[in-house]
Each structure stands twice: as structure tokens, then as C-alpha cells.
């Protein structure tokens, strides 16, 4: 089936949600603390229950639904909302924290896209773009194990490679 745009593949080689750090989940959780108190102290502790229940319910959710999502499947790269075709993908490289570091500041180009959790995954990626239509030139983005990204990306775009040839060896000669 050939690629088509927003769609990802039936082969799924990595997948990872990116959590908001410690120190959200608390602040979250604070609010819906003090604004529990509030509502038990004015209407009863009924309500104050009622209210802690369903805001820490909501709260869960809504840090959960916005966490992106680094996914490597047999068609795309998709880092949060962004989707990267597998035959635009060029080299890979795992950066350390210190790296990672320098990367993001001096270093950075201000075209690259971004996604980056530093208080969470401290190491990145960077991922060549070799579309020359495509306005980034590399993406660096955020991953909790990031060699096991850099291997499932190598791994599917080997696949792809090998399914381009198969397909464009089956049309023949033009």
C-alpha cells in the first residue's frame, strides 16, 4: 500500500509517551486541593469530595491526552503531532545530557524542530531530514531511551529501503 500523508504504518517498532515531570502532577494536584477545600468548606464536604474526585479524574486525563508521543512505525517517525516519512530520514544520532545540552543552546539551529522534555529525558535525538522540500533540517526531540529509538528508526527505514527496491524492482525498467 503506498504511504499517504497522516497515516501510520501496520508495523509498529517503538512507541513511548513522554510524562510531564514530578513537580506538574504536584502543582496539579495542589490546585485541586485547595480548590476542594474551598468548595467542602462552602457547600459541605459532599461537594468538597465531589470536587477533588472529578478534578484529579480531569487532571489525570487532560496531563495524559497532551503528553506526546515518539512513535517509529513502519512508515513514519512521529514525534507529538509531527510526521516524518521514512525515506526522509538521514542520520541518527543519540546525544548524552551534556550533548543534548549543548545542542540546544549554541548550537541549535533556529529551523530545527523541536520537542524536548529536559526535566524528564535529559538525552535526545537528532534526526537528519534530507527532504529538500522540507524546512527543518534535522529534528531533535526528547526520549527516554533514546538508543532504542535510534535502533527501531534504523531498523524501519532498512525496511523501508528494502520495500522501495522491491516495489520499484517489480515496475521495471522505465
Known amino acids: 500500500m503506498p504511504w499517504r500523508e497522516g497515516r501510520d504504518g ?20 495542589g490546585v485541586i486541593a485547595m480548590v476542594s477545600v474551598a468548595y467542602g468548606s462552602a ?5 468538597g469530595w465531589l470536587m477533588a474526585g472529578a478534578g484529579t479524574a480531569l ?19 512521529r514525534v507529538g503531532r509531527a510526521r516524518l516519512p521514512l525515506a526522509h530520514v538521514g542520520r541518527v544520532l543519540v546525544l548524552d545530557a551534556e550533548l543534548s545540552a549543548e545542542a540546544r543552546s549554541t548550537r ?15 538525552m535526545s535525538l537528532m534526526v537528519e531530514v534530507v527532504d529538500p522540500d522540507d524546512p527543518h533540517p534535522y529534528w531533535l ?3 527516554k531511551h533514546p538508543q532504542e529509538v535510534a535502533t527501531a528508526l534504523r531498523l524501519a527505514v532498512e525496511g523501508d529501503k528494502e520495500r522501495s527496491d522491491r516495489a520499484h524492482s517489480r515496475e521495471g525498467p522505465q
Open 10 to 29: 501496520d508495523t509498529r517498532f517503538y512507541t513511548e509517551r513522554l510524562l510531564p515531570s514530578w513537580w506538574l502532577w504536584a502543582a496539579a494536584l
Open 43 to 47: 457547600l459541605g464536604s459532599a461537594a
Open 59 to 77: 487532571a489525570v486525563w487532560l496531563l495524559l491526552a497532551t503528553a506526546p508521543v515518539v512513535h517509529v512505525d513502519d512508515r513514519v517517525l
Open 108 to 122: 541549535l539551529d533556529p529551523r530545527a524542530y523541536l520537542l524536548l522534555r529536559t526535566a524528564t529525558c535529559p
Open 141 to 143: 526531540f526528547s526520549a
